[in-house]
């Protein structure tokens, strides 16, 4: 549907408009869509059944990982791919 049809729809309808999320809430918003659960499997105590591998250190390691290319691209995206 296009999004200019959708739009007159619900104003003929009479529903509001909703204002879009901003980046900094929907980002917020998937770190605890990971964070939450996570968090509640190291509570409970779940064994993921891998053998020699502490879960933790790997739930670490993965986070670790995972923000170092967050800043790696942050840092690309800023300094070497900016229009200056």
């Known amino acids: 549907m296009d999004i200019h049809k959708k739009i007159e ?16 809430c929907k980002l917020i918003r998937v770190y605890l869509l990971f964070a939450i ?6 509570w409970v ?8 591998i502490d879960a933790q250190d790997l739930v ?12 790696v691209r942050r840092i690309y995206l800023d300094f070497f791919r900016s229009d200056r």
């Open 9 to 24: 729809i619900q104003e003929a309808l009479g529903k509001p408009n909703k204002k879009p999320s901003c980046r900094i």
């Open 37 to 42: 659960p996570t968090l509640a499997l190291f």
């Open 60 to 71: 670490v390691k993965v986070v670790l990982l995972v923000l170092f290319f967050s800043i």
């Open 45 to 52: 105590g779940v064994d993921f059944g891998i053998g020699d």
